[in-house]
């Protein structure tokens, strides 16, 4: 489905937007930050850590956390969470995407 | 050939709290830890963590701090909770976490007393103390993880693991059927009774902050993910796998009869708050019945005295 345009009260209301905080050292590369994170911002960094364990990194579509506070709560090393940035107007752009987003299983989904 | 050792460096106490400050409170759970303590001894892909955070992040939503809290926990990799988290909590023996608990509850009634432990150290040596807290009503609240194994020991069979699942004591497959945990809880008179798996970690924060406010003894079963003993064996992968089998199989039924909700080997898993009920709690009924009628007595007799 595709919208012609801004809903009437976009005015009204805004996207939260989080910044992720990675304290590496700690993870266990266990992946169930990047695997259950509802949007995708998240994957497994080519790098080490000092354990040994490759901790997530943010991927490009990073701005699309929206402080959900899952991959907090979901993490079971304290090594991820989350921070409130200044919520975000909501723009044609975001409708557009919102409404034609790809699943995480979808090739179309990394592309996006 | 002569030998050379190394000259042993003594243990430097200022690095090592120097370390111990630079790494606690980077997240914002680090002030219900202890310090110095994380990295866990979890293995990667456990859901130990998962449990432990939910149970955090529930103490955060009811503004609970941590000298409103106690936490007692058996022995297992479940009972090394009691040594994380930065408050009172006491290690017991084996299976003994119920029995040690009752007497806290007991003594300091506006405590929240959590017993956190495994199912092994539960329902298999303390399965007494678990059915009689039960019974009795005792202000507890019971979180049980479930990993369907003896985790530390090595994988040996559990009272929970399902018919026909392997471990290193079975390896042929079990012969036994596991418990029904929340049927159990129920039958023995648990006020509050569900079932969540790691993969539902907000709906567990929900029922266990639903559960501090609840007098009486309430049981949160909470099915975790145990790589090392339980999923190598039962071929369910890494934790990551096995988190995505728990959240494949398992159906939401809110309010179901526990009765429904045995758990088969790679069947499906009932999970839901099964029984919110109301019923005086042991402190309540024994103050009323046994202390008033006894302080009765005890005016009686003054009263002839002075006559
Ligand atoms: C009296 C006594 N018997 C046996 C043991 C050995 N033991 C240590 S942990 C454990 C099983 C714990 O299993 P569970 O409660 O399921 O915890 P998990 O490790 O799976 O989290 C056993 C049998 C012991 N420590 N003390
Ligand atoms: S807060 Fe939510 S959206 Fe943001 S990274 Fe974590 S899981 Fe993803
Ligand atoms: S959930 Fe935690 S331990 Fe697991 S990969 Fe993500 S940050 Fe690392
Ligand atoms: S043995 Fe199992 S329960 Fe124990 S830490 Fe490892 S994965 Fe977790």
Known sequence: ?????????????????????IIESRCKGCGFCIE?????????????????????????????????GLCTLICPEFAIFTQLKEPKKITEEDIQRVTTRFSRKDKRYLRR | MKVRLRELQPFDKEAA???????HGLHPHDEYLKPGRIPHIWCPGCGLG??????IEAMRRKNITPDQCAVVSGIGCTGRVAGYLNMD????????????????????PDLHVTVFSGDGDLFAIGGNHMIHAARRNVNLKVICVNNFNYGMTGGQVAPTTPLGAKT??????????????????????????????????????????????????TFVEAIAPCPTGYGRPNKLG????????YGEHSEIRNGAPPGD?????????????????????????????????AQAKGKQKEKVKIA
């Open chain 1, 36 to 68: 259950f994170c509802p949007n995708g911002c998240l994957k497994v960094s080519k790098r080490f850590n000092s354990k040994g364990y490759h901790p997530p990194e943010l991927v490009f579509q990073a701005e699309d956390c929206v402080e959900c």
């Open chain 2, 50 to 55: 998962v449990v432990l955070t939910t149970f």
């Open chain 2, 89 to 108: 909590t006491y290690h017991t023996t084996h299976g003994r976490a119920i029995p040690f608990a009752t007497g806290l509850a007991l003594a300091k």
């Open chain 2, 17 to 23: 709290e120097a370390a111990i400050k630079h790494d």
């Open chain 1, 1 to 21: 489905m595709k919208f012609w345009r801004l809903p009437l009260d976009a005015e009204a209301h805004s996207i939260p937007q989080g910044e992720v905080r």
């Open chain 2, 238 to 245: 890494a934790g990551l796998d096995e988190m995505k089998f």
């Open chain 2, 168 to 217: 290193s004591t079975t390896p042929r497959g079990n012969a036994e059927p596991g418990f029904n945990l929340p049927h159990l809880a129920h039958a023995a008179g648990a006020v509050y009774v569900a079932r969540w798996t790691t993969f539902h970690p907000r709906q567990l924060v929900h029922s266990i902050s639903q559960t501090f406010d609840k007098t009486g003894f």
């Open chain 2, 261 to 293: 909700a045995e758990i088969e080997l790679r069947g499906k898993i009932v999970v839901g708050t099964f029984i919110d009920v109301d019923r005086p709690d042991f402190l309540t009924s024994y103050n009323s019945r046994i202390v008033s009628a």
